[in-house]
């Protein structure tokens, strides 16, 4: 089993649809997740981060994490073209200087106008 | 105020050849790590060096080796490349003294290699 699973889509909605990508973990060591936004031929970039289970809210964006379901998600709501791109979700150990992290597949996204 | 930056950005090598990639970290940055990132897959993390020492690594073979320099930036060497090896190689930067929290990964955009 791997220790992050992430359903690589594809996935298309309409402009203003709301959008739900979602991970599923092994490993319970994991104590800190992130969602990344990566467009085409770019490196990734870092969308949220959050500690603790529950709901953190940026904007059009919510992250979701339930460590008793090992489960985490990301919301966007009001979808638009531009946030067309790879979502990867990232988890890892500690929050300490000496971190790595533990990446999804990926879940590619279009938004169509 | 100047991102990581990583060079070349496309190579085409052929299988048993040896590559080296660069990094130079964000400004005020001192950490570096790598990450191998296949085609259609998450990253992978490679090694990460502080201190020009390597600090941690993952699952890779001995084949991949680095080095950080006083500067900060960074090589990526890979030898006798294999065919798998073709991938998109990310470098992210972070401070070495500071928490996740205070010093998130900051990727540059990747180079592409490609084993024929």
């Known amino acids: 089993q791997k220790e992050v699973e992430q359903d690589p889509g594809p996935l298309s909605v309409p402009e203003g649809a709301i959008v739900s990508l979602n991970c599923t973990y092994s490993?319970?060591?994991?104590?800190?997740f992130m969602w990344y936004r990566q467009y085409s031929r770019k490196g990734p970039e870092l969308l949220m981060y959050?500690?603790?289970?529950g709901n953190k809210e940026d904007g059009r964006f919510t992250a979701q994490v339930d460590k008793s379901s090992k489960y985490i998600s990301l919301f966007i709501r009001d979808s638009q073209p531009s946030d067309s791109a790879t979502y990867l979700c990232?988890?890892?150990?500690?929050?300490?200087?000496?971190?790595?992290?533990?990446f999804g597949k990926g879940t590619l996204l279009t938004v169509n106008p | 105020d100047a991102g990581v930056t990583q060079s070349p950005t496309h190579l085409i090598k052929t299988r048993g050849q040896q590559v080296t990639l660069r990094c130079s970290p964000k400004?005020?940055?001192?950490?570096v790590s790598w990450y191998q990132q296949a085609l259609g897959q998450g990253p992978q993390f490679i090694f990460q060096?502080?201190?020009?020492?390597?600090?941690q690594r993952g699952n890779f073979p001995d084949r991949f080796s680095g080095h950080q320099f006083p500067n900060y930036s960074s090589e990526l060497n890979v030898n006798a490349l294999l065919l798998g090896d073709s991938a998109l190689y990310l470098c992210a930067s972070s401070l070495g003294q500071g928490s996740f929290y205070n010093s998130p990964l900051h990727f540059g955009n990747g180079t592409r290699l490609t084993v024929t």
């Open positions: 490993n319970s060591a994991f104590q800190y």
């Open positions: 060096y502080y201190e020009e020492e390597e600090r």
């Open positions: 990232a988890l890892m150990n500690s929050g300490g200087s000496n971190y790595k992290l533990t």
């Open positions: 400004s005020g940055h001192d950490t």
């Open positions: 959050t500690y603790s289970s």
